[in-house]
């Protein structure tokens, strides 16, 4: 079991850069495909990006792409999400989460179903 936990949000202005963190504790992170989430008021929460156990695989949403970049060290258990050229509309609460699933050639209905352990978010306001 793994207990996941964010950090990095903040107040930035629109065309700024952010990155988040996720730390995790427990037995296994090496084996974890890590997912970032987020939830806007008043929509549902949506996936952002996923990486593989090994950091070789990505894959990212359409409105991040080429914006959001992941990465993971697993020495340190900790995986980054680094936000360039922030848009008012990636204002929301920031989620990571943890699941035993392949992330390359899995649907995205597959990677988010298998998420099993989520943090509790970090804020991100993007405002001038």
């Known amino acids: 079991q793994l207990q996941v936990v964010e950090s990095g949000g903040g107040l930035v202005q629109p065309g700024g850069s952010l990155r988040l963190s996720c730390i995790a504790s427990?037995?296994?992170?090496?084996?974890?495909?890590i997912g970032w989430f987020r939830q806007a008021p008043g929509k549902e929460r949506e996936g952002v990006a996923f990486?593989?156990?090994?950091?070789?695989?990505?894959t990212y949403a359409d409105s991040v792409k080429g914006r959001f970049t992941v990465s993971r060290d697993n020495d340190k258990n900790t995986v980054f999400l680094r936000m360039n050229n922030l848009k008012p509309e990636d204002t929301a609460v920031y989620y990571c989460?943890?699941?035993?699933?392949?992330?390359?050639?899995?649907?995205?209905?597959?990677?988010?179903?298998?998420?099993?352990?989520w943090g509790k978010g970090t804020p991100v306001t993007v405002s001038s």
């Open positions: 427990g037995i296994g992170f090496e084996y974890y495909a």
């Open positions: 989460a943890a699941g035993q699933v392949i992330v390359y050639g899995a649907t995205w209905s597959e990677l988010l179903g298998a998420m099993r352990y």
């Open positions: 990486i593989a156990s090994t950091g070789v695989s990505k």
